[in-house]
Structures are given as C-alpha cells and as structure tokens.
C-alpha cells in the first residue's frame, strides 16, 4: 500500500491529497528517509510525520484498502509524539 493512502484510511491526515502534499514537502519518512507519496510501506515500518509544532512517529501494524473509524487505531502503533 502506498503511504499517502495509508495516512487516509489510518486516518492519521484527512485527506489523501493532504498526505500527498505531506510526502511531497518533505514532511514524512518511512524507517528514517524521507518518503514519497508513492512509497510502498510494509507491516513494521517506522513512519514519522513532522508538523509545524511537533512530531509523531509510528510503526505499521496492518493495513487494509478501508476501516472503520473506530477500528483505524489498530492499523499502527505510535512510538513517540513529540513537541
């Protein structure tokens, strides 16, 4: 699955078109280089997503073409939310 897909059905970021925009500024790395929104990820990949104001980091724990809302937790696991 790709990356910016991901972040939407994880519902990590809104929109794909967001998490897009994320991959294409530089703001996303996947096991500590910066990914592309077309960045093929696997179960027990390490992604972080920087904002302005912090960070979060994650690993991958499943991942599925679409989820429920509350069952989008179980797709990661976050490591390390950062200011």
Not at 14 to 30: H, I, M, N, P, Y
Not at 31 to 50: C, F, M, P, T, Y
Not at 62 to 69: A, D, G, I, P
Request: net charge positive; with cysteine; aromatic share 6%.
């Amino acid at each position: 699955m790709r990356i910016d897909k991901f972040l939407k059905v994880s519902r990590i970021l809104k929109r794909r078109t967001l998490a897009q925009e994320a991959c294409d500024k530089g703001k996303v790395s996947v096991n500590g280089r910066d990914a592309k929104s077309g960045h093929q990820i696997k179960v027990g990949d390490e992604v972080e997503l920087r904002f302005t104001g912090g960070s979060l980091k994650f690993r991958i724990l499943n991942f599925r073409e679409t989820v429920k809302k509350d069952e989008a937790q179980s797709l990661y696991e976050i490591i390390n939310e950062g200011n």
